[in-house]
């Protein structure tokens, strides 16, 4: 299983990305998938999941900014991040909990694109 990141770069205070995560591989279930970021010297911090139970969560700083979506036949998620800032300055990070084709239970990471808001 793989998770291929796209659609980071560099954007002014204000702009818009479009981060996108496919999975791919032999996955039987995704159950939970969504997007993390490490800005540095800081830990890695969760920005916007579907979870396990069902619920959409987003860190409380990206709310009213920050959009995940989802194409459940593609096993893609995507995130709109509108009204950039430079706190938003990150690696984010695509992340899956999901089943493989014999329903074991496993956690896969991507390998992180760059996110960079400076004017």
């Known amino acids: 299983v793989q998770l291929v990141e796209s659609g980071g770069g560099v954007v002014q205070p204000g702009g818009s990305l479009r981060l996108s995560c496919l999975a791919s591989g032999s996955i039987y279930r995704i159950i939970a998938m969504g997007w993390y970021r490490q800005a540095p010297g800081k830990q890695r911090e969760l920005v916007a999941r579907f979870s396990s139970s069902g619920s959409t969560d987003y860190a409380d700083s990206v709310k009213g900014r920050f959009t995940l979506s989802r194409d459940n036949a593609k096993n893609t998620v995507f995130l709109q991040m509108n009204s950039l800032k430079p706190e938003d300055t990150a690696v984010y990070y695509c992340?899956?909990?999901?089943?493989?084709?014999?329903?074991?239970?496993?956690?896969?990471w991507g390998q992180g694109t760059q996110v960079t808001v400076s004017s």
């Open positions: 992340y899956s909990h999901l089943t493989d084709l014999l329903e074991h239970p496993h956690d896969y």
